[in-house]
C-alpha cells in the first residue's frame, strides 16, 4: 500500500460501534476477564492491554500507522521526542559504552549526549555528519549506537545516510536517525539500512503546533543483526527484570518489546491517548503538508537567495547548496522540507528584520502550519561565545525559518518589506 493511502487505514480496526475516527480511549486501566487472562498477559502467553503507562488502544493505532509510513516493524510511542530519543539509545548502551553522534544535532539532543547521558555513564563522541569518514576512528567493542539526524536542525545539513549505515553494518553498530525534519513523506531512512528511527511527534506529526510526543521505530528483521551480535548481550541473555526472558528468542519485534517492558515500564514517559489522538489526526494529512511546504520553503528560498541584502541562503533544495546531492537521492522527488536559514550582515540587522516581520511568530518551534521565525544567535544558541557561534554555524545575523502553509506570496512579501524596511 502507498504512503498516502497507509496515513489514513493503517492500524485501525473498528470495533462494535464501527466509528470512521479512531476512538480515544480514555482509560487507565483495562478489566481482565480472570486471574488466568491476568496471569497470561503479564506473561506475554498472551497480548493485550494491562496499563495504560505500557499500552493503549489509540497509542497503538498511532504506533501501528507511523510504523506502516516509516516501513518498519513496530513502533513505541513517547511523551516527547527527548524521551524517544533517549529510550532508543537507553536501550542498547549501559554504563561504560559509548555513543557516536552528528555534531550538527538539535539542541535538546547535543545536552541529552553530552551531559545527561554522560550521568549514566555513557559517553558521547563526535563526527562531522558532512564527513561520516571520521566515524570508523570512533568506533570501539564498547560503541552501541551511531545517531544522527536524516535532516539536521537547526544547521540544515542532509546526511549521506548510506555512507554512515555502511561503516555501521562493518562493526555491527546500531544506527539510530532523527526522522523528525524530513519525516517519512520526504525521506525512509530503513531504505538506507538504519536500524532504528525516532521522531519527535511534535513538530511535522501534529502539524499545527498542538501536542509534545516522541515515536520510535524499529526496522524489520532487526532480530538477524542483533542474534548472537556480541555487541548486546541485554537481547541475548535472558531479562532478570521479566522472568529471564530471552528477547532474541520472542516472535516480536524485540527493540520495541524491551523499550516497552523495561524502558517505558520503569521510566515511565508515556504519551497520553489524546495526544496520540492528535497525531493520528496529523498523520492523515502529513503527505499533502509536507510537499506544500517544501514547496512552499522552496519559493522562499529562490526569493532570498537573489535579494542583494541576504549573503546566503541555507536550504537543501537550492542547487547552490552543500546538501543538494544528498537531498535529490535520499528525498522524495528532492523535497526539502520547510525549515531554511539565511545569513544578513549584521546582528542588529537581523534583529531588525525578525522584528519587522508581520505574517511569522517568533517562536523556538518548528514544522507549525503557522509560518515561524528565529534568531538563534539571540535565543536558542545565547550561551554560546562568539567562537562557538561560529564553529557550529550559528553566525550572529543567522535567521532561520520554519516555512508555514500560508500562501508563499504573501510570505515572501512580509520578508520583502522586513528586509527593505
Ligand atoms: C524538537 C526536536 C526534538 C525534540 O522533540 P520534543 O518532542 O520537543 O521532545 C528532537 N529532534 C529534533 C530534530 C527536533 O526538532
Known amino acids: 500500500m502507498q504512503l498516502q493511502t497507509q496515513a489514513l487505514h493503517a492500524g485501525y480496526e473498528k470495533d462494535g460501534q464501527r466509528t470512521m475516527a479512531v476512538p480515544i480511549y480514555q482509560t487507565t486501566a483495562y ?47 513517547t511523551a516527547s521526542g527527548m524521551a524517544a530519543i533517549f529510550y532508543a539509545i537507553a536501550n542498547a548502551a549501559e554504563t561504560g ?14 545536552t541529552q549526549a553530552s551531559h545527561t547521558l554522560k550521568r549514566f555513564g555513557i559517553e558521547a563522541r563526535y563526527f562531522d555528519v558532512q564527513n561520516p569518514s571520521e566515524i570508523e576512528a ?23 545516510i548510506a555512507a554512515i549505515t555502511k561503516i555501521a553494518k562493518k562493526f555491527g553498530v546500531l544506527t539510530v536517525v ?41 526496522r524489520n528483521d532487526l532480530v538477524d543483526f542483533i542474534r548472537s551480535n556480541p555487541r548486546y548481550p541485554q537481547f541475548n541473555e535472558g531479562d532478570a527484570s521479566y ?36 497525531f493520528i489526526q496529523g498523520i492523515e494529512t502529513l503527505s499533502l503538508r509536507m510537499r506544500e511546504h517544501s514547496r512552499n520553503a522552496q519559493a522562499v528560498a529562490e526569493f532570498l537567495e537573489a535579494h542583494p541584502k541576504v549573503k546566503k541562503v541555507n ?84 535567521i532561520r525559518l520554519s516555512i508555514g502553509l500560508e500562501s508563499s506570496i504573501d510570505l515572501i512579501n512580509d520578508l520583502k518589506q522586513a528586509l527593505d524596511a
Open 97 to 110: 559504552d559509548n555513543i557516536i553522534c552528528a555534531k550538527q544535532l538539535y539542541g535538546g539532543s547535543l
Open 138 to 160: 570512533l568506533i570501539d567493542d564498547k560503541t552501541k549506537v551511531i545517531f544522527f539526524e536524516s535532516l539536521t536542525n537547526p544547521s540544515i545539513d542532509v546526511a549521506d
Open 178 to 218: 532523527d526522522n523528525t525534519v524530513a519525516t517519512p513523506v520526504l525521506c525512509r531512512p530503513f531504505e538506507h539500512g538504519v536500524d532504528i528511527v525516532v521522531h519527535s511527534a511534535s513538530k511535522y506529526t501534529t502539524g499545527q503546533g498542538l501536542a509534545i510526543g516522541g515515536i520510535m521505530v524499529e
Open 31 to 77: 478489566e481482565f476477564r480472570d486471574v488466568e487472562h491476568a496471569a497470561n498477559l503479564f506473561a506475554l502467553k498472551e497480548l493485550g492491554n494491562i496499563y495504560t503507562r505500557l499500552n493503549n488502544p489509540t497509542t497503538d493505532v498511532f504506533e501501528k500507522r507511523f510504523a506502516m509510513l516509516e516501513g518498519g516493524a513496530a513502533g513505541l510511542a
Open 315 to 398: 536550504y537543501p533544495g537550492l542547487k547552490s547548496n552543500s546538501n543538494y546531492v544528498n537531498a535529490q537521492r535520499y528525498f522524495q522527488d528532492g523535497m526539502a522540507s520547510g525549515l531554511l536559514s539565511f545569513e544578513v550582515e549584521s546582528l542588529e540587522l537581523a534583529k531588525r528584520i525578525v522584528d519587522a516581520t508581520q505574517l511569522f511568530s517568533l517562536v523556538v518551534n518548528i514544522g507549525d502550519s503557522k509560518s515561524i521565525i528565529t534568531h538563534p544567535a539571540s535565543t536558542t544558541h545565547q550561551q554560546l561565545s562568539h567562537e562557538e557561534l561560529i564553529a557550529c554555524g550559528v553566525l550572529p545575523g543567522l
Open 243 to 278: 522472568h529471564g526472558l530471552v528477547y532474541v528468542d520472542v516472535p516480536l519485534p524485540l527493540y520495541t518489546l524491551r523499550a516497552r517492558l523495561s524502558l517505558l515500564r520503569d521510566l515511565g514517559a508515556v504519551v497520553s491517548p489524546f495526544n496520540s489522538w492528535l
